[in-house]
């Protein structure tokens, strides 16, 4: 491929999740105590297109400080992982953070393959065509969990030279810590040594600050959640009645998390035919789905180091309290 070429590669989804899996799942998670969603399923094309107009809110910093990092920092990420062949993004959202990253390299650079790995088909569609304008650029779009994504670029790597890996936005502020340290695990298993592993990650805050973001006063990050129930009642039939639920966030200082519920506000009885279930829900009682963990600086060296990483370099938004850390297989 000529430098100022790109194209785009659609994979087939790979181990996506199935509407099998999403009817056992709500099934399964919505009979646990205290009653859970996973936060997986919040992302179908709505919930991608809400969380995208979530990360503009005046409230949600977190974003526009990771973008400002990468775009201060972009040329010393870059030239800290040459020569790169391959970035991987999971979770890739729009890509608009990844294209303000690939921005700084230099004119006539290398031919780039960019994977994007994302459950959401339009999110994916959407960042292909925002990326596929930079110069000597491949995208290849992986519509697949993480871990599935994961596992297929692994099987598929050909570059000769370094890969970035990049897991931006917090996300991985949505797994528990055992979760989140299996996840570092696969990653790094992902890529071969010398190869790079970039990090967003949101810091401990003040807790108003906090609420602001998960509570926002337009309503945005309630309808986010709603559209789980939405999603429940097109794809398997159910008959969750929107108008009965509230959305709740909370600080749980003890797990350093924010937590997400759907709270009833009446009693009332939901079948879902698809996943062959009903439940009966008393006034007040709560699902919850999502949780939001924040870490200290401490804590984050201490588990990338766990998972077998050697730390590069950090870059911190002393602001917003929000880190970038580059780290090496």
Same mark, same amino acid.
Request: proline content about 4%.
């Given at each position: 491929?000529?430098?100022?070429?790109?194209?785009?590669?659609?994979?087939?989804?790979?181990?996506?999740? +199935?509407?099998?899996?999403?009817?056992?799942?709500?099934?399964?998670?919505?009979?646990? /105590?205290?009653?859970?969603?996973? @936060?997986?399923? $919040?992302?179908?094309?709505?919930?991608?297109?809400?969380?995208?107009?979530?990360?503009?809110?005046?409230?949600?910093?977190? /974003?526009?400080?990771?973008?400002?990092?990468?775009?201060?920092?972009?040329?010393?990420?870059?030239?800290?992982?040459?020569?790169?062949?391959?970035?991987?993004?999971?979770?890739?959202? +729009?890509?608009?953070?990844?294209?303000?990253?690939?921005?700084?390299?230099?004119?006539?650079?290398?031919?780039?393959?960019?994977?994007?790995?994302?459950?959401?088909?339009?999110? $994916?569609?959407?960042?292909?065509?925002?990326?596929?304008?930079?110069?000597?650029?491949?995208?290849? /779009?992986?519509?697949?969990?993480?871990?599935?994504?994961?596992?297929?670029?692994?099987?598929?790597?050909?570059?000769?030279?370094?890969?970035?890996?990049?897991?931006?936005?917090?996300?991985?502020?949505?797994?528990?810590?055992?979760?989140?340290?299996?996840?570092?695990?696969?990653?790094?298993?992902?890529?071969?040594?010398?190869?790079?592993?970039? $990090?967003?990650?949101?810091?401990?805050?003040?807790?108003?600050?906090?609420?602001?973001?998960?509570?926002?006063?337009?309503?945005?990050?309630?309808?986010?959640?709603?559209? $789980?129930?939405?999603?429940?009642?097109?794809?398997?039939?159910?008959?969750?009645?929107?108008? @009965?639920?509230?959305?709740?966030?909370?600080?749980?200082?003890?797990? @350093?998390?924010?937590?997400?519920?759907?709270?009833? /506000?009446?009693?009332?009885?939901?079948?879902?035919?698809?996943?062959?279930?009903?439940? +009966?829900?008393?006034?007040?009682?709560?699902?919850?789905?999502?949780?939001?963990?924040?870490? +200290?600086?401490?804590?984050?060296?201490?588990?990338?180091?766990?998972?077998?990483?050697?730390?590069?370099?950090?870059?911190?938004?002393?602001?917003?309290?929000?880190?970038?850390?580059?780290?090496?297989?």
């Amino acid at each position: 491929m000529s430098p100022g070429s790109a194209r785009v590669s659609v994979r087939p989804p790979a181990e996506q999740v +199935s509407a099998q899996q999403f009817a056992e799942d709500v099934a399964f998670y919505l009979t646990q /105590t205290p009653r859970q969603l996973p @936060s997986r399923y $919040l992302y179908d094309d709505l919930g991608s297109a809400l969380f995208e107009a979530i990360t503009r809110l005046p409230w949600y910093r977190l /974003t526009r400080a990771e973008t400002g990092l990468l775009k201060t920092h972009a040329r010393a990420i870059l030239a800290a992982c040459a020569p790169l062949t391959d970035a991987v993004e999971l979770g890739a959202g +729009s890509g608009a953070k990844l294209a303000q990253l690939l921005q700084a390299r230099d004119s006539g650079s290398d031919a780039l393959r960019v994977h994007l790995v994302d459950v959401s088909r339009s999110a $994916l569609t959407a960042a292909a065509r925002l990326l596929v304008g930079l110069p000597a650029t491949q995208v290849i /779009t992986h519509e697949a969990t993480y871990e599935a994504g994961l596992a297929e670029f692994r099987r598929n790597q050909a570059g000769a030279g370094r890969t970035l890996l990049l897991f931006l936005g917090s996300n991985m502020g949505n797994f528990d810590p055992p979760q989140a340290n299996e996840l570092l695990r696969q990653i790094r298993n992902a890529l071969q040594p010398g190869d790079l592993f970039l $990090l967003g990650a949101d810091l401990l805050k003040p807790e108003r600050e906090l609420m602001l973001a998960y509570a926002d006063p337009l309503g945005v990050t309630a309808a986010f959640n709603r559209n $789980l129930l939405v999603r429940i009642n097109r794809e398997l039939g159910g008959d969750f009645d929107l108008a @009965s639920f509230q959305h709740r966030a909370l600080w749980n200082a003890a797990e @350093s998390r924010m937590e997400s519920y759907l709270v009833s /506000t009446r009693t009332q009885r939901v079948r879902i035919p698809e996943a062959g279930f009903e439940l +009966s829900l008393h006034d007040g009682e709560t699902i919850w789905t999502e949780s939001s963990y924040k870490y +200290s600086r401490e804590g984050l060296f201490g588990s990338l180091q766990d998972a077998g990483f050697a730390r590069r370099q950090a870059w911190v938004d002393e602001d917003a309290q929000f880190a970038l850390i580059l780290v090496q297989r």
